[in-house]
């Protein structure tokens, strides 16, 4: 697949921008940088996230009220959340791990496909092949079993080392862990399933795309349709 130059400057702005972020979260959590600095970068995935939430709600009230109550608790709290920098990257960090660890190992668990079969069946159109189930259901629990090991680690330099060490691994080592595991996940699937069988990144994003917007709300399920018009 070849790369526009309009996309090949995306990709960089991204990875420039990654790389930024995760060596001012890294100042910031070695008690280095701007504590404000810091605490915007700390609080900025999560209150984007929520606000992202509420923007989606169909109560106009509900959305404003939970902006402001949002606002309102990060100026309240501010103060005390730059004087905790290191301990706000790591519950931003330990609770990303466990987060993604139980959206893709719940996945594995009761009579329902794994997160990773469900994509590549919405791929394949509904056809998957015994070899790719059994491996889409591997990936899966590697998925699983990686973010999990993260928060595991995340956790213990947390308790037990230097706040400097485990900045290192939370906000330096993240983004290189993941690729590794990406590359290594590439490597693996090349080996276990034919070309036919491999999906494009393009083709995986489409189907998650798919995926989320087969979740209809329930008031729209809920919606009588007309009866149809006998001829």
Do not use: C
Request: hydrophobic share 50%; aromatic share 10%; charged share 15%.
């Amino acid at each position: 697949m070849t790369l526009s130059p309009g996309q090949l400057l995306r990709g960089l702005a991204v990875v420039v921008f990654l790389a930024v972020w995760a060596f001012l979260a890294h100042t910031g959590s070695a008690g280095e940088g701007s504590g404000d600095v810091s605490v915007l970068l700390g609080v900025a995935p999560t209150g984007i996230a929520f606000g992202l939430l509420l923007w989606r709600s169909s109560h106009p009230a509900l959305t404003g009220t939970g902006i402001l109550v949002m606002l309102g608790g990060l100026a309240w709290y501010w103060p005390t959340l730059r004087e905790n920098v290191a301990l706000l990257f790591f519950i931003q960090h330990l609770g990303t791990n466990l987060a993604l660890g139980t959206l893709f190992g719940r996945s594995l668990l009761g009579g329902g496909e794994a997160l990773i079969t469900e994509l590549a069946r919405a791929v394949h159109q509904g056809e998957l092949s015994e070899r790719k189930r059994l491996y889409t259901r591997r990936a899966t629990l590697a998925w699983t079993l990686f973010f999990l090991a993260n928060a595991l680690v995340s956790a213990i330099l947390w308790l037990l080392a230097p706040h400097t060490i485990w900045s290192i691994f939370a906000n330096l080592l993240s983004a290189p862990l993941l690729a590794a595991m990406f590359i290594g996940e590439h490597f693996w699937r090349v080996k276990a399933l034919p070309p036919e069988e491999r999906p494009s990144i393009a083709q995986v994003a489409r189907a998650y795309r798919m995926r989320s917007q087969q979740k209809a709300p329930v008031a729209d399920l809920k919606t009588p349709q007309p009866p149809a018009n006998p001829s």
